[in-house]
């Protein structure tokens, strides 16, 4: 059974620039969350999706951060207009069962951001 | 106040050695708590979970939870380099909170 994938492993941009990040759950699985680690400090929850419909967003940190999942398969995490604050390393998880509990997440590799 | 701290090392030991890692919080709703390996360049992945207090054995590794002090870790025994990687702690409540706090992991060396 194939884990969660994220793509791209790793993209540089400018400040000012968009980036989408994409994850694609393993399959089956209706919970997705993405969560992102800045240097230096922990892993922080941003939001989480139940099928298509957003469950929980209150880790977001601003309005330039805009997630979608059409459908209820893969996600994206739009960044426009990128900071370079918002370099870090953002991951994707998903699980099976709703609510679900912390345990029952699947990670995937995430996608390493540098602004500059 | 971080709500989970966590020494980010890093930790340097011998092959075979006992490797002890711990975790203090400050959140008394925490009842799940979690250790994660993490390889370089890839994601979190579970290595045990315990409920509420007490411990749990898993081959070499050991997870502990003191909640009166606060307090987890995370023995492994006969370390192998192939441990040689970053152990993220992580904690919810109950209740159906499935958002992990994490701390900001310990990085792990294992030298042969």
């Known amino acids: 059974e194939a884990g969660v994938t994220q793509f791209p492993s790793h993209s540089v941009i400018e400040k000012g620039q968009t980036v989408t990040l994409r994850c694609d759950p393993i399959?089956?699985?209706?919970?997705l969350y993405w969560y992102r680690r800045v240097m230096g400090k922990e892993i922080k929850f941003l939001l989480h999706?139940?099928?298509?419909?957003?469950?929980?967003e209150s880790g977001m940190p601003n309005n330039r951060f805009l997630a979608e999942r059409t459908g209820g398969t893969y996600s994206t995490l739009k960044v426009q207009p990128a900071e370079l604050e918002d370099s870090g390393v953002y991951f994707c998880?998903?699980?099976?069962?709703?609510?679900?509990?912390?345990?029952?997440?699947?990670f995937g590799p995430g996608t390493r951001l540098t602004v500059t | 106040q971080k709500e989970v701290e966590q020494d980010p090392g890093p930790l340097s030991v011998p092959e075979g050695a006992i490797v002890s890692l711990n975790c203090t919080y400050s959140n008394s709703a925490f009842q799940y708590f979690m250790w994660y390996r993490q390889y370089s360049r890839k994601g979190p992945e579970l290595l045990m979970y315990?409920?509420?207090?007490g411990n749990k054995e898993d081959g070499r590794f050991t997870a502990q939870v003191d909640k009166s002090s606060k307090y987890i870790s995370l023995f492994i025994r006969d370390s192998q380099p192939s441990d040689s990687a970053t152990y993220l702690c992580?904690?919810?409540?109950?209740?159906?909170?499935?958002?992990?706090?994490f701390g900001r992991g310990t990085s792990l060396i294992v030298h042969p």
């Open positions: 315990t409920y509420s207090s």
């Open positions: 399959s089956g699985h209706d919970n």
């Open positions: 999706f139940v099928k298509e419909s957003k469950q929980d």
């Open positions: 992580a904690m919810s409540a109950s209740g159906g909170s499935y958002i992990p706090t």
């Open positions: 998880a998903s699980s099976q069962v709703f609510p679900g509990l912390a345990h029952e997440q699947y």
